[in-house]
């Protein structure tokens, strides 16, 4: 199973990001996937979750109303929109895919908030 995220680089304050990561390997319409997120000096967190099917998402409170998690299960992808970005949310972001007890996950992408 390999996931590749991409759209990942520096913005600055204020500014908005698009990160994709695309899914092969496995059969993408079965995977709830998500983006989590590790801040240099800090635990890996989750930021969003949507569920196999798109019907299903899920929001960590430091993004909600931010951030927008989406798939196309035609395209193998899932997508992280984010909105009025801010250094706080500086970070290697990695998308996970996972069904039962199993979990994969990309190598990541960094982004970097900063004037």
């Known amino acids: 199973v390999r996931l590749v995220e991409s759209g990942g680089g520096l913005v600055q304050p204020g500014g908005s990001l698009a990160l994709s990561c695309a899914v092969s390997?496995?059969?993408?319409?079965?995977?709830?996937m998500s983006w989590f997120r590790q801040a240099p000096g800090k635990e890996r967190e989750v930021v969003a979750r949507i569920s196999s099917d798109g019907t299903v998402t899920y929001y960590a409170d430091s993004v909600k109303g931010r951030f927008t998690i989406s798939r196309d299960n035609a395209k193998n992808t899932v997508y992280l929109r984010m909105n009025s970005l801010s250094s706080e949310d500086t970070a290697v972001y990695y998308c996970?895919?996972?069904?039962?007890?199993?979990?994969?996950w990309g190598q990541g992408t960094q982004v970097t908030v900063s004037s």
């Open positions: 390997g496995f059969t993408f319409s079965v995977l709830a």
């Open positions: 996970n895919g996972r069904i039962q007890s199993y979990d994969f």
